[in-house]
């Protein structure tokens, strides 16, 4: 969309022409998370990044930087001084760290060669050839690393859950139907690294004893589902899925299964229902799928991002990832910022960064130097944190103590100008549209919320339409059956919570 393919020829062309294309590699990557700037071209060894880079400048950029050294400042990002150039010390990233993107806008993701270079597959070699099963559990759950994509569960315990059944089949998948509004972690993941991400899914197969795991993806994310496709095969043809891995008798298979977008099928058991072939609808649980998953069988689901976590916690060990975030969340987690911010973009923050810092220092500020009001977190299922609360370090508890959620990780920046109650419906109307309509509360419950939520932005609201949607809200919430219909009313008790004098203010001015 943003010529980036015109300026890959280009810079080809202009390689050729000044003779350096002994010297000189150009290597398409995934993204590098500043979306606000691009297109994004990195020189090394430098590391220098330009941003927002056009056609015209790519001669500038190979006359100037390529052949005499001379770093092109008006095209770099952040750093000012040319010691400062490279990309760790630009604005953007300064207060970054990232483990699960770490090779996203680094390497080539449809050259396996590329991965391997940077220790692709090195973990699962190592669990393979070094750790038993049990060996491996231990070290995920001293890691402490707990679910990426929304719930935080332990997944050392999980995976130990799965290895104690006994069965004769078990199964290992891979949640990456990433379906909130502005969220587009997986996406980038699953764009950038895939193989990270197939090297966990086999670590976690023979940790439980499983050898056959399914990736279930957005038909929607055709990038992704292509390089997957690719990083599959290639995987297969070097042996590093399928029969006899490294000639130690373990095998695992990989199949990739294509969601048609219902925002339902990311809650697990919708989406073991619909990898079974049926249609995507929760079943109640217990029984949780580490003991009945997929067919009957015991399964795990992780999300992109967890797994993107477990081989670099295989090789550098479960004190390293202690080492990063608070007391009981620790590591880094990825977020997709969007909204009134300036540095749109993807993030990865160590746990307990302040949202200030991911605000102001990260994200650049708000356009037009207008003032925060609030950010939402966890996408439709999460809540907003208003500005008073702007200094409290993200991670998962202190999230929920501001009555919003990690989730998997949309964050959303609002300012002064935002109409909190607009934002709750509109989240309210993506899950009246996302409902399966299995269960009542959920079908009927949040339709009518976004009823009266209707009428009170038109006006025609009374005062006691707030007490009724906090009622409601309240019993959708301790009465749905799945995860969906549970948090579906969050954005509306959060932003009640927090400007409850702004639903005060429709009702009582009738505008
Ligand atoms: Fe379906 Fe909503 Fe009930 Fe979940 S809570 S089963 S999405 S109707």
Same mark, same amino acid.
């Given at each position: ?53 056009? @056609? ?80 491996? *559990? ?13 719930? %935080? ?15 004769? /089949? ?5 949640? $990456? ?17 895939? !193989? ?15 050898? /056959? ?5 957005? $038909? ?14 290639? $995987? ?10 490294? %000639? ?12 048609? %977008? ?12 619909? *990898? ?14 580490? @003991? +009945?998953?997929?067919?009957? +069988? ?13 081989? /670099? ?13 608070? =007391? ?30 991911? @605000? ?9 130097? +207008? ?10 299922? %999460? ?41 709750? +419906? ?30 009170? *932005?038109?006006?025609?609201? =009374? ?22 219909? /549970? ?9 009640? #919570?927090?400007? #409850?004098?702004?639903?005060?203010? !429709? @009702?009582?001015?009738?505008?």
């Amino acid at each position: 969309a943003s010529d980036s393919v015109k300026i890959i020829e280009e810079l080809e062309v202009r390689i050729k022409e000044f003779n350096l294309q002994e010297e000189v590699k150009v290597v398409k990557t995934g993204c590098f998370g500043l979306c606000a700037e691009g297109p994004i071209m990195v020189v090394y060894p430098e590391g220098a990044m330009y941003t927002m880079v056009k @056609v015209e400048d790519v001669k500038e950029i190979v006359e100037e930087h390529l052949l005499k050294g001379r770093i092109v400042k008006r095209l770099l990002q952040g750093a000012k001084a040319e010691e400062d150039a490279s990309i760790e010390k630009s604005d953007f990233f300064k207060k970054q760290m990232r483990v699960a993107l770490r090779n996203c806008g680094v390497i080539n993701p449809e050259n396996i060669d590329e991965y391997i270079a940077f220790d692709g597959y090195k973990a699962l070699a190592k669990v393979l050839t070094e750790m038993k099963p049990e060996e491996v *559990i231990e070290t995920i759950k001293k890691s402490n690393l707990r679910g990426r994509g929304g719930g %935080g569960f332990p997944t050392g315990l999980k995976w130990e859950f799965a290895a104690r059944q006994e069965s004769d /089949q078990k199964y290992v998948c891979c949640n $990456a139907d990433e379906g909130d509004p502005g969220a587009f972690m997986d996406r980038s993941i699953l764009e950038g690294d895939p !193989h990270s991400v197939i090297e966990a899914m086999a670590i976690a197969g023979y940790a439980i004893g499983a050898n /056959q795991g399914y990736i279930y993806v957005r $038909a929607e994310y055709p990038i992704a589902v292509n390089r997957l496709n690719i990083a599959i095969k290639a $995987a297969k043809e070097y042996g590093l899925l399928g029969k006899n891995i490294f %000639g130690t008798g373990f095998d695992f298979d990989l199949e990739i299964r294509l969601g048609a %977008g219902a925002f339902v099928c990311g809650e697990e058991t919708a989406l073991m229902t619909s *990898i079974e072939g049926n249609r995507g609808e929760p079943r109640p649980r217990p029984p949780f799928p580490a @003991v +009945k998953g997929l067919w009957g +069988k015991p399964t795990i689901l992780n999300n992109v991002e967890t797994y993107a976590n477990i081989p /670099q916690i295989i090789l550098k060990g479960p004190e390293w990832f202690n080492s990063i975030g608070t =007391e009981k969340s620790k590591g880094t987690k990825v977020f997709a910022i969007g909204g009134k911010i300036n540095n749109t973009g993807l993030v990865e923050i160590p746990m307990g960064t302040t949202l200030r810092e991911v @605000v102001y220092e990260i994200g650049g500020g708000i356009p037009g130097g +207008k003032k925060f009001k609030a950010a939402q977190t966890g996408g439709p299922s %999460g809540g907003c944190i208003p500005a008073e609360h702007i200094d409290a370090p993200i991670d998962y508890d202190s999230l929920i103590q501001l009555g919003s959620m990690m989730g998997s990780g949309g964050l959303i920046v609002m300012d002064e100008d935002t109409c909190m109650v607009d934002i709750a +419906k509109f989240f309210l109307e993506f899950t009246v549209d996302e409902s399966c309509g299995k269960c009542p509360p959920c079908r009927i419950g949040t339709k009518r919320m976004y009823e009266i939520l209707e009428r009170i *932005i038109d006006g025609k609201g =009374e005062e006691e339409d707030i007490e009724k949607l906090e009622v409601l809200a309240k019993n959708i919430k301790a009465s749905a059956l799945c995860g969906l219909g /549970q948090t579906a009313p969050n954005p509306v008790l959060s932003t009640l #919570r927090y400007f #409850r004098d702004e639903y005060i203010a !429709h @009702v009582r001015d009738k505008k």
